[in-house]
């Protein structure tokens, strides 16, 4: 099962726990939320729950499940980092899942699934997988609800300005996004909704984003949004042209698509291709080639030019962000006054 970011949902798919939960994901303060948020509904649901915690590097055998609490309750037992989990321990936990306790709930936490297949699959079928996915980087709204969501948790609103202003400062990065928040409720505490002005007398800098969120920005038109997402990405250490590869990889996608490609051909998913063919739509009649020319040219610059490399791109970033009309001949008469 794949769930969404937010505390509210993963609250709301609680009924009742299963023996066993698999949560898995790539962001370890997604999955900690994630892990929370099912803890917290457990004991909502079972107070006399009781929660122990553990992580696979401290322990030599499994923690006690077959046995029921000294206080009559169910045992629920976080076992985080999974994914590293080897030798014995593993041996044991396997046979745990062949036969789990209907007396305790293991609750595995799992920061990727590669090297555990096994415990995965009998996992899965003891009880649930849950996982816990960043959001692409183009799914503004699902950014937008991890900023509100972390607002929440710390019993605050924000107002859809402060929700764009931290999302410009703290970028695709999860964890910034929350110390920030945390920053900025702390400085600014109060019953009224946190305002963009109150987010920029906090936060410096520029958060980071993908090579690809500059491509949006050209593609939306934006030069301003386009040097914003590439300071970013510069100040945390991307290379010039790494952006410049990623824009032109974005670039060739496009034509692809403009050109008639299926998301099969374009090796892209189907929801992918759909949300390509509206960004390819906002580019006139002969821009898209224009742009992969001048990306072209910027790689070239970029390995050769005597201008730092910084401003290379930005020059560069800001010509294929502005609309223009390509194509037509140049006609000396015509630009005599």
């Not at 990065?173 to 409720?185: E, H, K, L, M, N």
């Not at 987010?199 to 980071?208: D, L, P, Q, T």
């Not at 410049?244 to 099969?264: E, K, N, P, T």
């Not at 992969?292 to 730092?308: E, F, G, P, T, W």
Request: include cysteine.
């Amino acid at each position: 099962m794949l769930v969404d970011v937010g505390d509210r949902h993963l609250t709301a798919t609680v009924a009742r726990m299963d023996a066993v939960v698999l949560i898995a994901g790539d962001d370890d303060l997604l999955l900690q939320r994630a892990v929370e948020a099912r803890v917290a509904a457990a004991c909502e649901q079972d107070p006399t729950l009781d929660v122990d915690r553990y992580d696979v590097v401290e322990l030599d055998h499994l923690p006690e499940l077959r046995t029921t609490s000294l206080f009559g309750g169910r045992a629920l037992v976080v076992l985080r980092g999974v994914e590293a989990i080897s030798g014995d321990l593993k041996n044991e936990l396997e046979d745990y899942l062949d036969a789990p306790s209907p007396d305790a709930v293991l609750l595995l936490v799992a920061r990727g699934t590669g090297k555990i297949p096994k415990i995965v699959k009998l996992a899965t079928a003891a009880g649930e997988r849950v996982d816990v996915k960043r959001p692409a980087d183009w799914d503004d709204r699902a950014w937008d609800a991890l900023v509100a969501g972390e607002f929440a948790r710390a019993s605050r609103q924000a107002d859809p300005a402060a929700i764009a202003a931290i999302r410009s400062h703290a970028g695709t990065d999860p964890s910034a996004i929350a110390s920030q928040v945390s920053s900025v409720c702390a400085a600014h505490s109060g019953e009224t909704p946190v305002t963009a002005e109150d987010v920029e007398a906090v936060v410096e800098g520029h958060g980071r984003v993908s090579g690809f969120a500059v491509a949006d920005a050209i593609a939306d038109r934006d030069p301003q949004a386009a040097i914003v997402a590439t300071r970013g990405a510069l100040e945390h250490g991307d290379a010039p042209l790494a952006i410049c590869g990623a824009v032109a990889f974005r670039m060739r996608q496009l034509l692809q698509i403009r050109g008639g490609a299926s998301a099969r051909d374009a090796g892209m998913s189907p929801g992918q291709h759909r949300r390509l063919q509206e960004v390819a739509a906002r580019f006139g009649p002969g821009e898209l080639a224009w742009c992969h020319n001048r990306v072209a040219q910027l790689d070239i610059d970029l390995k050769s030019a005597d201008l730092a490399p910084d401003i290379v791109l930005e020059l560069a970033l800001i010509d294929m962000a502005i609309a223009r009309e390509v194509g037509a001949p140049w006609n000396p008469l015509a630009a005599r006054p």
